[in-house]
């Protein structure tokens, strides 16, 4: 039983070699670079878009936060398109990895709060102490927020681990069921339907790439500027 | 290359392209290719190329030229997880004959 939900979710290996490395080698092929001022379509839609992500990103922070921004744009890019190549038949999508999203997120994390404690100790330090707090409660409300701080990696990484799988096997599932009604054909139609309006709602896998950036970004900048 | 005629100066086998060498040079074709990691990349860099400028960097060029790529790319993975799938694991929703409740889930 476990061995038949799960397959999909298997990193593939070829002879014992880890192919999963292939596949996430592959998303970058499908965006080409180019020296010239006037490109192909593909090239053209793929940099509008890269400057609309960029725009929206960086507007809100100051200039030492902008040093950052190749780093985010090509996480979103990166993660978008992995969640997007995802959604093809058959396809193995990395970032149902557990393993893959934290190497991801701890290494950005760790690097907000050291450039905070480097720059502005204090201010940092403070952060830990929301306004406003009635004496007693300072020292548990102190360990509280410490958690909190701490937690903010493995929140990252489980949520995108957590969306990406749970819509993929959703899919799975309701595809095989849809699949053995075939044969009794009642409600054939709504089963599709639902598939249908699914895979619509799972493409919403961008706005989830949104997330991921956003959170980071969001701790990134109350580091930095505060 | 060119089909019409022959060359003035025989082209040495190594440098032929597959299309044009003999079916009795194939083996010793084949063993002469460059076969180090430089040589497999280059053979990579060229292929990748040949499609990019033969399908994507042409002044109209159509959403075909990315859907191939994703089609090869969805036949790749079906190959690579044939092992899997040979085994129906559907069986547990399956409504058999009389048996429907093994494998609940």
């Known amino acids: 039983m476990n061995e038949s939900l799960f397959t999909p979710f298997i990193t593939p290996t070829v002879l014992g070699l880890p192919a999963a490395v292939l596949v996430i080698l592959f998303p970058p092929l499908l965006i080409p670079t180019s020296k010239h001022f006037i490109n192909n379509r593909l090239i053209i839609i793929q940099q509008w878009l890269i400057r609309l992500i960029l725009k929206q990103m960086m507007t809100t922070h100051n200039a030492k936060g902008r040093t950052w921004s190749l780093m985010l744009t090509s996480l979103i890019i990166f993660i978008a398109s992995t969640n997007l190549l995802g959604l093809l038949p058959y396809s193995f999508t990395p970032t149902t990895q557990l393993s893959m999203n934290l190497a991801m997120a701890i290494p950005l994390w760790a690097s907000t709060v050291a450039m905070g404690l480097r720059f502005k100790a204090k201010i940092t330090l403070t952060h830990l102490l929301p306004q406003g707090t009635p004496t007693p409660l300072i020292p548990m409300l102190i360990i509280i927020e410490t958690v909190s701080l701490f937690i903010q990696p493995l929140a990252l990484a489980v949520r995108l681990t957590a969306n990406i799988t749970a819509g993929h096997l959703l899919m799975y599932l309701i595809g095989s069921s849809a699949l053995a009604m075939l044969a009794i054909n009642l409600p054939l139609t709504l089963i599709t339907l639902t598939i249908l309006t699914l895979l619509t709602i799972l493409e919403t896998a961008i706005a989830l790439i949104q997330a991921y950036v956003f959170t980071l970004l969001v701790s990134l900048y109350l580091h930095d500027n505060s | ?105």
Request: net charge positive; glycine share 10%; hydrophobic share 35%.
């Open chain 2, 1 to 105: 290359m060119a089909s019409v005629g022959e060359c003035p100066a025989p082209v040495p086998v190594k440098d032929k392209k597959l299309l044009e060498v003999k079916l009795g040079e194939l083996p010793s074709w084949i063993l002469m290719r460059d076969f180090s990691p430089s040589g497999i990349f280059g053979a990579f860099q060229r292929g990748y190329y040949r499609y990019y400028n033969k399908y994507i960097n042409v002044k109209k060029g159509s959403i075909s030229g990315i859907t191939m790529v994703l089609a090869c790319y969805v036949l790749f993975s079906y190959s690579f997880s044939y092992k899997h799938l040979k085994t129906p694991a559907g069986r547990s929703w399956a409504i058999s004959e009389g048996n429907s409740q093994e494998g609940v889930v």
